[in-house]
């Protein structure tokens, strides 16, 4: 299958410090990739949809001015998350999906976010 | 909105024994049902999907079964081994990528 590399896998920030994860399609042109969250012992909720060269899509109850979304390239999305607090320590992961896989989702290894 | 149900939350089996987790989707449109397994900390892992044209797929151990006019999907898992034991997620998607995740099953297999 296709792969994605996202980093950091692991991050510890301050509260109110703003955070960039990155994912990658490595082998891949991703047309789309999407952003997830996940709680300890929750289910993956999904955050925004990245289309390349345009802005992102976000569901119902994500802050658009938090998490930033910028999909500059084929190969490319990365969120920021700003002004960082406890609240938002979480795993966020993404997948990526191209016309030339069909509808399969390859996902990141995901990134432990703790803000202290 | 899209929604996903899934049950059991938690599942406990005998080693050897099948275990069967049940989704149901909310989205006629819905036409790509996949299955992950997810270790604590790692990413999910894709262990088996299925369209909407197609009524049941099997792999070995792990079998699914889609019926969509009732809209529901579920995973069979037979012989279950302890290394099965994971946390198990269905999910729809309309062949967007875009994925709507149930709220997971913790199965346990014990030895």
């Known amino acids: 299958g296709a792969v994605v590399s996202q980093h950091p896998s692991r991050v510890i920030c301050k509260s109110g410090t703003s955070v960039k994860i990155e994912c990658r399609s490595l082998?891949?042109?991703?047309?789309?990739m999407f952003w997830y969250r996940q709680f300890p012992k929750k289910s993956l909720m999904l955050m925004a949809t990245?289309?390349?060269?345009?802005?992102?899509?976000?569901e119902q109850g994500v802050e658009k001015d938090k998490f930033l979304i910028n999909h500059a390239s084929l190969t490319l999305s990365t969120l920021t998350v700003t002004s960082a607090h406890p609240e938002d320590s979480s795993f966020y992961i993404c997948?990526?999906?191209?016309?030339?896989?069909?509808?399969?989702?390859?996902f990141g290894q995901g990134t432990r976010l703790t803000v202290v | 909105g899209e929604n996903v149900e899934q049950h059991p939350s938690t599942l406990s089996v005998q080693e050897g024994d099948s275990a069967v987790i049940k989704c149901t989707y909310s989205d006629s449109a819905s036409n790509y049902f996949p299955w992950y397994k997810q270790e604590l900390g790692k990413r999910p892992q894709l262990i088996i999907d299925?369209?909407?044209?197609?009524g049941e797929k099997k792999d070995q151990r792990i079998a699914v079964t889609l019926n969509k006019t009732a809209k529901h999907f579920s995973l069979h898992i037979t012989e279950t081994q302890p290394e099965d034991s994971a946390v198990y997620f269905c999910?729809?998607?309309?062949?967007?990528?875009?994925?709507?995740f149930g709220q997971g099953t913790t199965l346990q297999v014990k030895p």
């Open positions: 299925i369209r909407s044209n197609v």
């Open positions: 082998d891949f042109q991703a047309t789309t």
């Open positions: 997948s990526a999906s191209s016309l030339g896989h069909g509808t399969e989702a390859f």
């Open positions: 999910a729809a998607s309309k062949s967007t990528g875009k994925l709507i």
């Open positions: 990245s289309n390349e060269g345009s802005k992102a899509t976000y």
